[in-house]
Every structure is written in C-alpha cells, then in structure tokens.
C-alpha cells in the first residue's frame, strides 16, 4: 500500500541520545518502505550555520542520504533551524521547500508547514520571527565567528525558556482564524503542520465545507510520526526504550 511519512519537531541534539537512536531506526527500518518523507521543521534544536560541521550533524546528514538513494526526502524549516541552508539540505539528500507549500497528496491538495507563522497570538515571536526571515538577519548572523553564534543561541534558548513559562496555552496554540485564512489563500482542506507540539487530527470549515487539520508531535518521550495513504490519516508512535541504532 502506498503511504507517505511526515515527522517534525525532533529537536535532535547531543544531549538527548534517545530521540536520535529513535531516528536511525526509524530512517533505518520504516522510512525506506514510504513514498516519500517530509520533515516539517525543528529537526534540530539549534542550528547555527552549516560551517558548523560536528560529527553529530554529519552522522544525521549521513543517515537521511542513505534513505534518500530509495525516498525522496522534502525539508521546510522550523523556527529552531531556518538557518539550515541548501548545503546542508543536499549533504543529506534533502530537498529544500519553502515555508508554505502545497502538494498533491494522494488527490487531495495538502498545505505543508512547521506552523509557527499561525501562532498569531505571541506577537513577541512574531515580531523576531520577521526580522530573523529578513534577507539581512541570516547574514549577519552568519557572518559572526561560530563561537559568538553559539553563544547568542544558548542565551536565546534561555529566554525562550523562561517565556514559555509565562504563556497561557491559547497563546502558544495556533490562531484558529489564521489557520482558516492561509486555508483559504492556497485552496485548501487539507492542513498538516508541526510546532505546537499537540498531535491531533481536527476538523474544521473553510470556505463552508469540510476541513482537516493535522498536526505533528514533538520526539521528547517517543517517536512522532504521521503515515497518510490514498484512505486514511494515521498518527503513530515509536517507543523509545525499542530502539536501537542498529
């Protein structure tokens, strides 16, 4: 049967040994079965540049071109990792998207995004997150020493935890009226995104008929996974205390 994979928010880092394990098992065993897999953002926790090259950015490009000789592999940025750029994307057999993007899944137009631009409500992010999609923040970021990137990206870390503190869930949440308007901008019924950290399938109405909104789960306790085939939405687990790096 065919299907299709969609994952997002793995927050990959060195210091959380299991999620990766997660991953490589998951590209390893079930991603080569798909017809295609979508990574819908924040696969890292950070991302400071692709000159930033460690062997724990090299083992995850590695594994992901591995899968890429036998899936195609669609990437769209998330607010921890819009600074990944096509080098690192092609070094893991990715193929870069832009933030909105519509495909044809199964018959059914289908609108892909991380969904941090529908949390309309935090307007203290939404006003960095103009500025830092800006053409002249990314390059000036990057054109600062590794050290100096890495530093500024630890204090914001910081901060984003201690105002997540502070935020009512509504206001972490996606506007309802935002996810209704971009709906109706590309012609849509269909919406599957990440960010929230909520796994759900709802369903709604834009322009008077039926609608669904899917979205992803973070990887901090299990694997988070959407399988869609031609019939049905699936969202799946993956235990962590199962996996192995093989």
């Known amino acids: 049967m065919n299907f299709t994979y969609?994952?997002?928010?793995?927050?990959?880092?060195?210091a959380y040994p299991d999620i990766t394990r997660c991953l490589l098992r998951?590209?390893?065993?079930?991603?080569?079965?798909?017809?295609?897999l979508y990574v819908l953002g924040d696969l890292f926790d950070?991302?400071?540049?692709?000159?930033?090259?460690?062997?724990?950015?090299?083992t995850i490009a590695a594994a992901f071109k591995t899968l890429s000789k036998s899936t195609p592999i669609y990437f769209i940025h998330g607010n921890r990792d819009f600074a990944i750029r096509r080098g690192w994307t092609e070094k893991a057999g990715m193929t870069l998207l832009p933030e909105q993007f519509v495909i044809?899944?199964?018959?059914?137009q289908?609108?892909?995004?991380?969904g941090d631009e529908l949390c309309t409500l935090d307007v203290e992010y939404q006003k960095f997150r103009r500025k830092s999609r800006s053409w002249w923040w990314p390059k000036l970021?990057?054109?600062?020493?590794?050290?100096?990137?890495?530093?500024i990206a630890e204090d914001g870390r910081k901060k984003s935890q201690l105002k997540q503190q502070k935020?009512?869930?509504?206001?972490?949440?996606?506007?309802?009226?935002?996810?209704?308007?971009?709906?109706?901008?590309?012609?849509?019924?269909?919406?599957?995104?990440?960010?929230?950290?909520?796994p759900n399938i709802h369903t709604l109405k834009v322009n008077g008929k039926p609608a669904t909104r899917v979205v992803l789960g973070d990887w901090y306790?299990?694997?988070?996974?959407?399988?869609?085939?031609?019939?049905?939405?699936?969202?799946?687990?993956r235990d962590f205390s199962t996996t192995s790096t093989d």
């Open 6 to 14: 969609f994952i997002s928010d793995l927050h990959l880092s060195e």
């Open 26 to 36: 998951f590209l390893n065993t079930d991603a080569p079965k798909a017809d295609a």
């Open 46 to 58: 950070v991302w400071i540049g692709d000159d930033n090259i460690t062997s724990f950015n090299e």
């Open 104 to 108: 044809d899944l199964y018959g059914q």
């Open 110 to 114: 289908t609108l892909l995004t991380h």
């Open 141 to 151: 970021m990057l054109a600062l020493p590794l050290w100096c990137r890495r530093k």
């Open 167 to 198: 935020l009512t869930n509504e206001i972490m949440d996606v506007t309802p009226e935002e996810v209704v308007k971009v709906m109706e901008k590309y012609a849509v019924q269909r919406l599957i995104h990440g960010h929230t950290h909520r």
């Open 221 to 237: 306790e299990q694997g988070s996974i959407l399988k869609v085939s031609p019939t049905e939405l699936l969202l799946e687990k």
